[in-house]
């Protein structure tokens, strides 16, 4: 009965978590939204039955239900975060939850704002709790704790903070450890193979922010998507990954001031912003172990299908696979963030404009695929 009641509560996790991610990528009211919606309704409604209301208490890094932390995995640290930055440290959720109430936690949680929008309804409700953080400040504890931390709430975190380890080493040291991306990008895989449809897994790739980090692993899921899509396995599949993981390289040389400033580039910051592919590949080439396909599209990721784009390059020059799909995904998350300069854009819209694009600043077979792959998920 006890074991039944905590897979119930990890299913209900699951589906919230996907609930969220759906959200974030289409609009609360899409039928993705609703469908992960009913199944987290019916496994939270099943928990209940089998042992009364659920209470789940956020303890440093894990969630605890019935005194005892559950197992984390990839949508365990998602609500983790989500709930973290927005200082929630008690979720309570009691007989007779509804669907739009759900919803309406599901919807609090995808954004990004102030925790008091989000607030208790009459069978969920949010409490603080006081959490210590073992590696942080110990004088902060509750909601001072959680604001100190980063806001990634759509994002795989684990990957993501070894992610930010190992760029932040290569800033400041030059040195990079592929076998640390080599590593995220085979979890990637693993945890794809094991979704029914990988664009699932592509579900938490709303981008929240500018840094690259952020940007690369949503460039990963998606070119996995792509790749894994058009049949390709083994060890092209991981350098396809890995050659997204490291594409913006060179932007690791651009001062964070001209990467996230908010307003239009001038010239010479323009001129600046235009030399990370060539930066990135000269970076690239030199650390031992990082497949040529990683130099390669570092260098051409900004290289238009008809040839134009830049670096400049001699004409007839040929574009390699591993650019042209991280040239896809690369537009398509740009569009979906919410960047500095511009706003988000909805998906109807970025699949109109990457049509346009289509055999002009991208390769067509590929776009069609991608629009292919994106449109089966939006059925879903
Ligand atoms: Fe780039
Ligand atoms: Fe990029």
Redesign the pocket.
């Known amino acids: 009965m006890h074991s039944e009641r905590i897979s119930l509560i990890h299913a209900f996790i699951h589906n919230l978590a996907t609930t969220i991610s759906s959200a974030s990528l289409y609009s609360i009211d899409h039928p993705q939204v609703d469908r992960f919606c009913t199944l987290a309704l019916d496994a939270i409604v099943a928990a209940i039955d089998r042992g009364g209301d659920v209470s789940i208490l956020l303890i440093d890094d894990e969630l605890v239900v019935d005194e005892a932390p559950l197992v984390n995995n990839m949508y365990i640290w998602r609500l983790v975060t989500a709930l973290k930055v927005r200082g929630i440290g008690h979720l309570k959720i009691t007989q007779g939850v509804t669907g739009q109430e759900l919803r309406m936690l599901a919807d609090g949680l995808r954004r990004r704002s102030d925790y008091r929008e989000i607030c208790s309804t009459d069978h969920v409700r949010f409490g603080t709790v006081e959490v210590r953080f073992a590696d942080q400040d110990q004088g902060a504890t509750g909601l001072e704790a959680f604001r100190k931390l980063p806001t990634f709430e759509e994002m795989p975190t684990f990957e993501l903070v070894r992610l930010i380890e190992i760029y932040d080493e290569a800033r400041r040291h030059g040195k990079l450890r592929i076998v640390g991306i080599n590593e995220i990008v085979k979890g990637f895989i693993k945890t794809f193979k094991n979704q029914l449809d990988p664009l699932l897994a592509v579900s938490p790739i709303k981008s929240l922010d500018e840094y690259t980090f952020t940007h690369s692993t949503n460039v990963c899921i998606l070119n996995l998507a792509q790749a894994m899509s058009l049949g390709i396995e083994g060890d092209l599949l991981n350098e396809i990954g890995i050659a997204a993981m490291l594409?913006?390289m060179?932007?690791l040389f651009i001062p964070e001031e001209v990467l996230t400033k908010p307003t239009n580039l001038d010239d010479k910051e323009w001129e600046m912003m235009r030399l990370?592919?060539v930066r990135?590949a000269m970076y690239l080439l030199n650390c031992s172990g990082v497949p040529a396909s990683s130099a390669i599209t570092?260098f051409e990721?900004?290289m238009r299908y008809d040839g134009t784009g830049y670096p400049t390059v001699y004409r007839g020059w040929e574009q390699h696979i591993c650019s042209q799909i991280t040239a896809i995904s690369?537009v398509f998350d740009a569009l979906r963030s919410n960047r500095s300069y511009r706003g988000s854009v909805e998906y109807d819209t970025i699949a109109a404009m990457m049509y346009d694009m289509a055999g002009a600043q991208l390769h067509p077979i590929l776009v069609r695929n991608f629009l292919g792959v994106l449109k089966k998920a939006n059925k879903i």
């Open positions: 594409h913006d060179g932007k990370h592919p990135g570092a990721h900004h690369d």
